[in-house]
């Protein structure tokens, strides 16, 4: 079997048995995005020799820390130090960071091996990772579709094999989508559960760091391998992290599951609301007792969301001015034609319908009704899932009403791809955790993912109904296999 | 037509704390540029600012010093603009929610004694500065993120006088509890100033400016008498004030007009998503409370109460808190009511002259004592003594020796002064004639040319008792 085809936690034993060595795990990365990577376009910045020589002859495998030899990719928007660092958008072209977000340490720290960037949507902003300056990623399961967004690149590595782990970023369900959609696992962790320092953001109260892998043990892993309390973000949570690996394989006899009525709409996918329904089966199956539930304010969470996010990132973006770094076009005429030349050819569309909608939420005037409104509707958010966790151990619902969808099929009508999210979004607002593990496939193929959400800084629940679920059935181990046809 | 002319201030203080107020960065002045910088004060991508509770600290002391209510919940705001200096383009600062509000700073000066109230203070971070060159600019991040603290007053002031006074006060009290440089040519203090005019009598405000680029309290209150005369001239005329705000050009003595352009904001305030808000510990607060110097009002009245002095003399000593602390080390030595009389003459012309500071001043308490000792037991003489003074600064020498070693110990021998006043008399008959035919004030010019013979050492009350014996006698 080929080694990047395998888990962590697999690589982890046949390093630890000296079986293998980490460079022969390189080696087969290299191997793989040398024939796939053409298709996928998973990857912003991947140099395989520098991989190789973080790899090569100084490096001597611990078998105590937690992902010695294990090759990470990251996704493009954690700063790598000396690394290109870019949000794929071009107003970063050239960006190295002179340090390394935290969560980089912590990686460095746990002896696991860099290897590169993913694409993404440009900084972030999308469900399709078509908004990347770097040109669109392709699902691996049918390569004229997106792989989801914006995390789409890691996702697609991930799911193609380019990569064993890799780390996506979660606004509005940027790890869950894209994992629900090339069939892999996703996790977005309660917000302040792992630190934001050296995370470029995008909206700063919902933006989480979290694992993408090929299951639920290797999302265990990785989450405590980057998860605690870190003094440079002081938004992070002094909160003690558990040991989750031996934790989630407990069994769930007795869990209460809710299942919200809310998400199960109109022009939902048919097979995406069936495997839902199968899955809740099988769940009550492994002895969960899963009841019906209502979360009232469903509905207003694309709206709330628009307007928080995009507030937020009107106020992050505005660094990049072509004063310090990144892009900054020659021929301005004054500092004020500086800023507008550095911001119309550096952003993308996206970008700047976002930066828009941000600064006209905040603007004098439509702040109270706009942005002010939104903040007190996120709080009603909040209190229904307050409320339904005083009764249940977790939710579970659809990822994404929709499998992947045609590369250019919503590109040209925002509010249509804007409600690819529809389901991911409560639990940023809320700060909860959230997790999407495969849970079946269309009649085309196409994955389909089971969102299970938990109680803030209960990831340990969420990764042991996942696991339990995933341990009991097959979908994990299906690999797409027309990638090179 | 009169007008009242109504004044509200804004001080910009810059905290001296020893690093930066979201990162650990130093906020020495004066080093290379760019050289006391990291990623959180250069705005880097993905870093994020945490608070330095010293900063936080060092502004509830002002805070209660300024008699306000200070914030039970500690929020911070993003202000959001576009400038070069301003590495993020958005400030950190306080909207809504400032640290505290509702206080007010007692302005005492002569007669005048007055309450002035204070809107609010509240805790943001310093921008970086530029530097023009023909073609380009330059920009020094080594001020980004040093902790600013703006102290806004209500309209409360009545006269550019009463701003300077207000603002004067300010900084005795600043300096007293230790929180700033106070240093307005170094930038550690800056002021804008809003005013406008109202007809006397109305209660209502008129049109305002607000007045920036003043460089000193001096500044301050040259920019506002002419800003008042400009209102009123324009209000003479039937025109009308324009809200605006100007720009003082200290070397023309004038306020122009600011580019509109550039004063045409939305800030677009909201909560910064990145400092989650919290609550203002009781414990800190009384912490704060318990180290809280003695502030220049309660100084004085206690050393009206123990030290007897007078109330203007101990507003004097209280206004400053290095000539306060000076003043009780020598009213524990020696008559505090003789200490001030020389603190106010000749040390603190002397420290007007050479520009030199309290705190500068080589003069000891002991030293200082030592010499008035010696005046009131007639060891030396008064005229002695001011010499001596100035010697004893500059050398740091100690006085009682110097006495000895250069002999200036009062000439208090009858017999040694005698001589020297018939030598006297003798190189004088013309003046001494003229005494003893009744001409009163030749008799100074006798004790002069004695006191000269002397250098000052002899005592003028008896060196007169003995010339008159004299000439009187020789009447007779």
């Not at chain 1, 973080?54 to 490096?59: E, P, Q, Y």
């Not at chain 1, 089971?450 to 995933?470: C, T």
């Not at chain 2, 720009?247 to 909560?271: C, I, Q, W």
Request: aromatic share 8%; charged share 25%; hydrophobic share 35%.
């Amino acid at each position: 079997m080929e080694l990047n085809t395998l888990t962590a936690h697999a690589l982890i034993d046949l390093l630890n048995k000296k079986d293998i060595s980490p460079i022969d795990i390189c080696n087969s990365i290299i191997k793989r995005i040398a024939d796939t990577e053409k298709r996928l376009n998973a990857l912003a910045h991947f140099d395989k020799d520098a991989a190789l020589k973080r790899v090569g002859d100084g490096f001597k495998p611990s078998p105590t820390k937690a992902l010695s030899g294990i090759p990470v990719f990251i996704k493009d928007n954690i700063c790598v130090k000396d690394e290109l660092t870019t949000c794929s958008s071009k107003i970063l072209k050239g960006f190295k960071p002179p340090y390394n977000a935290t969560v980089i340490n912590k990686l460095l720290a746990a002896d696991a091996i860099l290897m590169g960037k993913t694409n993404m949507d440009e900084f972030a902003f999308g469900s399709s990772t078509e908004t990347s300056c770097y040109g669109a990623s392709r699902n691996p399961w049918d390569t004229e579709r997106i792989p989801g967004g914006s995390s789409g690149g890691s996702a697609a590595a991930v799911s193609a094999d380019e990569a064993i782990l890799a780390l996506g970023s979660d606004t509005g369900g940027s790890i869950r989508q894209p994992a629900a959609l090339c069939g892999v696992v996703g996790l977005k962790p309660t917000y302040g559960r792992v630190s934001r320092y050296g995370l470029i953001a995008f909206a700063s109260s919902l933006d989480q760091i979290g694992p993408i892998t090929k299951d639920v043990e290797d999302a265990a892993i990785l989450l405590k391998a980057i998860s605690g309390h870190d003094e440079m973000d002081s938004t992070s949570a002094n909160i003690a992290v558990n040991d989750y690996v031996p934790e989630i394989k407990k069994d769930i006899k007795g869990l209460k599951i809710g299942i919200p009525k809310e998400y199960f709409i109109e022009g939902m996918d048919k097979d995406v609301k069936d495997s839902i329904k199968t899955a809740v089966q099988k769940l009550e199956g492994l002895g969960a007792v899963c009841e019906d539930i209502s979360l009232p304010h469903t509905e207003y969470a694309v709206s709330v969301y628009y307007l928080v996010a995009t507030a937020e990132a009107s106020s992050n973006l505005a660094r990049f001015d072509g004063v310090q770094y990144g892009l900054r076009p020659e021929n301005a005429k004054s500092m004020i034609d500086m800023y507008k030349k550095t911001r119309e050819q550096g952003f993308g569309d996206e970008a700047k319908r976002r930066i828009i909608l941000g600064t006209f939420a905040l603007s004098s005037g439509y702040y109270d009704a706009y942005y002010l409104k939104a903040l007190k509707v996120r709080t009603l958010i909040k209190r229904d899932f307050d409320e339904a966790f005083r009764k249940f151990d977790a939710i579970v619902t659809p990822t994404s009403p929709t499998p992947a969808f045609k590369i250019g099929e919503k590109i040209s009508d925002p509010l249509t791809m804007y409600l690819s999210d529809i389901f991911t979004i409560s639990a940023n607002l809320a700060g909860i955790p959230g997790i999407s593990i495969p849970c079946g496939f269309t009649k085309n193929n196409l994955p389909i993912g089971l969102q299970i959400l938990g109680k803030p800084f209960d990831e340990e629940m969420i990764l042991r109904v996942a696991y339990n679920y995933e341990q009991n059935t097959d979908w994990h181990n299906r690999k797409p296999e027309n990638i090179l046809k | 037509m009169s007008y009242e002319t109504v004044i509200g201030l804004e001080v910009h203080l810059q905290l001296n704390t020893k690093s930066k107020v979201f990162c650990g960065c130093s906020t020495g002045f004066g080093s290379a540029p760019n050289t006391q910088v990291c990623p959180v004060c250069l705005g880097f991508p993905g870093s994020l600012p945490v608070l330095n509770r010293r900063a936080l600290e060092l502004g509830a002391k002002v805070a209660i010093a300024l008699n306000c209510a200070i914030a039970r919940k500690i929020r911070f705001d993003r202000k959001n603009y576009f400038y070069p200096d301003l590495p993020k383009d958005y400030q950190i600062s306080q909207f809504d929610q400032p640290l505290a509000q509702h206080g007010f700073l007692s302005v005492v000066s002569g007669e005048f004694e007055r309450k002035i109230k204070i809107r609010r203070v509240h805790l943001e971070e310093d921008t970086g500065k530029l530097f023009h060159q023909k073609d380009s600019s330059l920009v020094d991040f080594n001020r980004s993120g040093v902790p600013l603290l703006e102290i806004v007053s209500e309209p409360d002031m009545y006269s550019p006088e009463e701003a300077y006074l207000y603002l004067t006060a300010l900084k005795s009290i600043l300096e007293y509890i230790d929180v700033s440089d106070c240093n307005m040519e170094e930038g550690s203090l800056r002021c804008d100033a809003n005013i406008s005019l109202r007809k006397k009598g109305e209660t209502s405000l008129g049109v305002k400016t607000e007045i920036k680029n003043m460089n000193s309290f001096k500044g301050v209150k040259s920019a506002l008498e002419y800003e008042a005369r400009r209102q009123e001239e324009l209000l003479e005329e039937g025109g009308r004030v324009i809200q605006e705000t100007r720009l003082y050009n200290a070397e023309k003595g004038v306020t122009e007009p600011m580019r509109s352009k550039e004063e045409a904001h939305d800030y677009r305030y909201f909560p910064e998503p990145d400092l989650a808000p919290f609550d203002f510990e009781e414990e800190f607060l009384k912490g704060i409370e318990r180290n809280m110097p003695e502030l220049p009002e309660p100084k004085k009245n206690r050393f009206i109460k123990d030290y007897g002095l007078s109330n203007y003399d101990a507003a004097i000593m209280a206004s400053d808190k290095d000539i306060a602390a000076y003043f009780e080390e020598c009213a524990a030595l020696y008559s505090p009511k003789t200490v001030v009389n020389w603190l106010m003459g000749d040390i603190s012309a002397y420290m007007k002259e050479k520009n030199v500071s309290m705190k500068a001043l080589k003069l000891k308490p002991e030293q200082l004592s030592d010499m008035l000792k010696m005046i009131d037991g007639g060891v030396i003489t008064g005229k002695t003594a001011k010499a001596l003074l100035i010697e004893v600064i500059e050398t740091g020498k100690n006085p009682k020796e110097m006495v000895k070693e250069k002999g200036l110990e009062q000439i208090s021998d009858v017999s040694l002064l005698e001589d020297t006043i018939d030598q006297v008399i003798a190189e004088n008959l013309k003046s001494a004639e003229d005494f003893k035919n009744g001409k009163e004030n030749a008799i100074m010019f006798l004790v002069g040319k004695v006191m000269q013979k002397t250098k000052g050492r002899a005592n003028p009350g008896k060196i007169n008792g003995i010339l008159r014996e004299r000439l009187k006698g020789a009447a007779k």
